[in-house]
């Protein structure tokens, strides 16, 4: 029911830099509503990473950055550590369904 | 610091009405700007927005679940009752609620959610 695409998994080794994709439309990333991401910790609340495409709330590390490219998004995570470990979902509005949309998820895993 | 706990009952029958409270702290929906929605996760499945309530008394929902669902705030009480009704077996999800401010379009913070099954 996700209207937002993102790929099921992506894992790399410690220090590396994985890349999430998040593929919309012209009704919500495309329109300009803004992309946000959250990380969900295994057993514990989404909590929020990176608000308005590229914007880290106080307390996230610089090690994760986000950015937009016409209807997609995308969260990287550079210097990968074992506690970056978890599932990472993007969202943003949909004009057209006029609400909130998730993205499909994303786990990433620290080899 | 702003906080946020969901409560009602972990266990319900098909065809009930979940009743799910929500009880925050650290901000008030007396002011101009803030919001209260309801978010739920189905075990090992994505996220998907649900309703939404405004300072103003504007509510939003899901267009896919719009005819089940009602959202209400008690302002008095720092309180925001979501309401959904006909349950089956596929509304089993923990059920978060997340503070929003309008125009920015994101969810902070989330409460710690509560896990609803829904037995047939």
């Known amino acids: 029911q996700s209207v937002l695409t993102q790929p099921p998994s992506v894992s790399g080794a410690p220090g590396q830099r994985v890349t999430i994709s998040c593929t919309g439309s012209?009704?919500?990333?495309?329109?300009?509503?803004?992309v946000h991401w959250y990380q969900q910790l295994p057993g514990t609340a989404p909590k929020l990473l990176i608000y308005?495409?590229?914007n880290r709330p106080s307390g996230v590390p610089d090690r994760f950055s986000g950015s937009k490219s016409g209807t997609s998004a995308s969260l990287a995570i550079s210097g990968l550590q074992a506690e970056d470990e978890a599932d990472y979902y993007c969202?943003?509005?949909?004009?057209?369904?006029?609400?909130?949309?998730f993205g499909t998820g994303t786990k990433v895993t620290v080899l | 610091q702003i906080t946020l706990k969901e409560s009602g009952p972990t266990v319900v029958k098909r065809t009930e009405t979940l009743t799910l409270t929500c009880t925050f702290s650290g901000f008030s929906l007396r002011n101009a700007g803030v919001g209260v929605a309801w978010i739920r996760q189905p075990p090992g499945k994505a996220l998907e927005w649900l309703a939404l309530?405004?300072?103003?008394?504007?509510?939003r929902y899901s267009p896919s679940l719009k005819s089940r669902v009602t959202i209400i705030k008690d302002t008095s009480k720092n309180q925001v009752v979501f309401r959904m009704t006909n349950m089956d077996p596929v509304d089993t999800a923990t059920y978060y609620c997340a503070h929003m401010v309008v125009r920015t379009s994101y969810f902070d913070p989330w409460g710690q959610g509560i896990l609803v099954t829904v037995s047939s």
């Open positions: 969202q943003s509005y949909d004009s057209t369904l006029s609400g909130y949309v």
């Open positions: 308005g495409y590229s």
């Open positions: 012209s009704s919500n990333i495309g329109a300009g509503n803004g």
């Open positions: 309530v405004y300072w103003d008394d504007d509510k």
